[in-house]
């Protein structure tokens, strides 16, 4: 069973820039989330996907988007890059949660710092 | 919406139990994480509520309240590897997405 990953693990880009970063997730897991953790703070969820749809959005400009496959890995693209997009991007993925079956629970990779100059 | 809080930083002393608190909010609420994070590294599981009563899982124990909205994680015979961030998740909300608190950063000390 493979878990999370995620690429790249670390990227440098400048202001104004475009970056997309990449997330397989664990097998059999049919849902992603994203998020973005600055440094010393919690996670902050930018969106959740499942069935290759957007399946609800924390609160992040229209900048960010993001893509689910058929095969159920994601791409988290952030345009306009600005200095305080520079954090951890982390991705999640888990079972779409049915009532009494699982727990929802996430598994993470080990995400992608980004640093904007 | 959905608000989480928890103290920002706890210490203790090795050998010892800590408990870290966490209140929350969500609407249609469906389950409370725990969840560890050495720094630089991903979160990982610790443990899940949905009905309220403590869970137990070796060392660590998680207790819910869902009237209070309230949920603690106990931590016994700490150990100095202990030391990390100790992060409160709800999940629930209009798409059952998952929100998370601004961490705990517990410290242990010999």
């Known amino acids: 069973e493979t878990g999370v990953t995620q690429s790249p693990t670390h990227l440098i880009k400048t202001r104004g820039q475009q970056v997309t970063l990449r997330c397989s997730s664990q097998?059999?897991?049919?849902?992603v989330s994203w998020y973005q953790q600055a440094l010393g703070q919690g996670p902050q969820f930018i969106f959740q996907?499942?069935?290759?749809?957007?399946?609800g959005r924390g609160n992040f400009p229209p900048r960010f988007s993001g893509l689910q496959f058929p095969n159920y890995s994601s791409e988290l693209n952030v345009n306009a890059l600005e200095l305080d997009d520079s954090a951890l991007y982390l991705c999640a993925s888990s079972l779409h949660l049915v009532i009494g079956r699982g727990t929802g629970e996430l598994f993470f990779g080990e995400g992608s710092r980004l640093t904007v100059l | 919406g959905q608000n989480i809080d928890q103290p920002t930083e706890m210490t203790a002393t090795e050998g010892a139990i800590v408990q870290i608190n966490c209140t929350y909010q969500t609407s249609g609420f469906n389950g409370l994480f725990w969840y560890q994070q050495h720094a630089g590294e991903a979160p990982t599981f610790l443990s899940y509520n949905v009905l309220d009563g403590l869970e137990e899982k070796g060392r660590f124990s998680s207790f819910l309240s869902r009237s209070k909205g309230y949920s603690y994680l106990l931590l016994k015979e700490l150990q100095m590897k202990d030391s990390a961030s100790y992060l409160c998740?709800?999940?629930?909300?209009?798409?059952?997405?998952?929100?998370f608190g601004a961490g705990t950063r517990l410290t242990v000390k010999p």
């Open positions: 998740a709800a999940r629930g909300g209009d798409n059952n997405d998952m929100r």
């Open positions: 996907y499942y069935r290759e749809e957007e399946n």
């Open positions: 097998s059999g897991h049919n849902t």
